[in-house]
T-cell receptor
């Protein structure tokens, strides 16, 4: 029973490029959360999705960031025109009764 | 907006000591979870508490949920270096599956 999977684990992008982060939830889970974590800080909520539906995107920056969870395939967090301040660890979690986290994607913007 | 506070923010102790970390809010949560996160990894769920006043034990870890379901504590007995990590509490709100995280307590247990 595979857990939550995220890829890539590490991603390096130059300023202005696009970053695509993927998350496959646990089998049977239809809810996905994305969180961002800066070094030495806690988790900041970004967005909560069900299949084909965004439930809560109140933590998502209004520009450059978007998320989707299509009927088939993984959830995608997309960051357009990345800036140095986007460098962080991005964690995906899927939920049944509790959250199960993936290992994260560490984005570095150079 | 539901917010969770955690204290202390940082804690450094010697192996064998006992410690307690706290998670507090002015809001009521339908459940509360504790996670431990090690460097370079995602948070790992330790426990979920649901009932006000509930106490759960996990080996040397004791978790308590406040009677009013607004706060929780984690007590570690005879801490070991393997307990080192970031301890996060997260509350499930009353209006659907909205999980709010505290900022975490960073624990360092020195041998």
């Amino acid at each position: 029973n595979a857990g939550v999977m995220q890829n890539p684990r590490h991603l390096v992008r130059r300023r202005g490029q696009e970053a695509r982060l993927r998350c496959s939830p646990m089998k049977g889970h239809s809810h996905v959360y994305w969180y961002r974590q800066l070094p030495e800080e806690g988790l900041k909520f970004m967005v909560y999705l069900q299949k084909e539906n965004i439930i809560d995107e109140s933590g998502m920056p209004k520009e450059r960031f978007s998320a989707e969870f299509p009927k088939e395939g993984p959830s995608i967090l997309r960051i357009q025109q990345v800036v140095r301040g986007d460098s962080a660890a991005y964690f995906c979690a899927s939920s049944g009764a509790t959250l199960q986290f993936g290992p994260g994607t560490r984005l570095t913007v150079t | 907006t539901q917010l969770l506070e955690q204290s202390p923010q940082f804690l450094s102790i010697q192996e064998g000591e006992n410690l307690t970390v706290y998670c507090n809010s002015s809001s009521v949560f339908s459940s509360l979870q504790w996670y431990r996160q090690e460097p370079g990894e995602g948070p790992v769920l330790l426990v979920t508490v649901v009932t006000g006043g509930e106490v759960k034990k996990l080996k040397r870890l004791t978790f308590q949920f406040g009677d009013a379901r607004k706060d929780s504590s984690l007590h570690i007995t005879a801490a070991q270096p393997g307990d080192t990590g970031l301890y996060l509490c997260a509350g499930e709100g009353s209006y659907g599956q909205n999980f709010v995280f505290g900022p975490g307590t960073r624990l360092s247990v020195l041998p």
